[in-house]
């Protein structure tokens, strides 16, 4: 695992009560993924990822520049196939449609990989950020 998840920091030594408690919490949600949905890969990590998506874009491979439509079926009972530029059929609602853009086109930026080194990096950095805060010390 990372660094991040093992505790120390860049500086090495035990962990402090704020990396423990991310660590327990990427676990509990990695067994919890798994033992629900067979997620075996580790934990959802969908908000870290689109925090860093949003402020460090160069992490992320778009595949040269893809941009999709996305959009939400908002009403199932009445959505037919055509309404809502083609977003969804009846019985959809809460389902995500995405359909791929013609190249040059503006539209939703969906990454395929993102370097992983660079990523726990930034996580790193930013829970000693945290610890140099005051970390886990609230109202002290």
Same mark, same amino acid.
Do not use: Q
């Given at each position: 695992?990372?660094?991040t998840m093992r505790g120390g920091g860049a500086g090495g030594g035990?962990?402090?009560?704020?990396?423990?408690?991310?660590?327990?919490?990427?676990?509990?949600?990695?067994?919890?993924?798994?033992?629900?949905?067979?997620?075996? /890969?580790?934990?959802?990590?969908?908000?870290?990822?689109?925090? =860093?998506?949003?402020?460090?874009?160069?992490? #992320?491979?778009?595949?040269?520049?893809?941009? #999709?439509? @996305?959009?939400? @079926?908002?009403?199932?009972?009445?959505?037919?196939?055509?309404?809502?530029g083609g977003c969804g059929r009846r019985g959809d609602c809460g389902?995500? @449609?995405?359909?791929?853009? $013609?190249?040059? =086109? $503006?539209?939703?930026?969906?990454?395929?990989?993102?370097?992983?080194?660079?990523?726990?990096?930034? @996580?790193?950095?930013?829970? /000693?950020?945290? $610890?140099?805060?005051?970390?886990?010390?609230?109202?002290?």
């Open positions: 695992p990372p660094r035990a962990a402090s009560r704020l990396r423990a408690l991310f660590a327990e919490i990427l676990a509990f949600f990695a067994r919890t993924y798994d033992a629900r949905f067979g997620m075996h /890969g580790g934990p959802p990590l969908h908000d870290p990822l689109a925090v =860093a998506a949003a402020l460090w874009p160069a992490l #992320f491979d778009d595949n040269g520049g893809e941009r #999709f439509a @996305v959009c939400v @079926v908002r009403d199932g009972a009445k959505t037919a196939e055509g309404d809502h389902r995500t @449609v995405v359909r791929m853009l $013609e190249k040059g =086109a $503006e539209g939703v930026r969906m990454p395929r990989t993102l370097d992983i080194d660079a990523f726990w990096w930034l @996580v790193d950095l930013a829970l /000693g950020v945290a $610890e140099r805060r005051g970390g886990m010390d609230f109202g002290k």
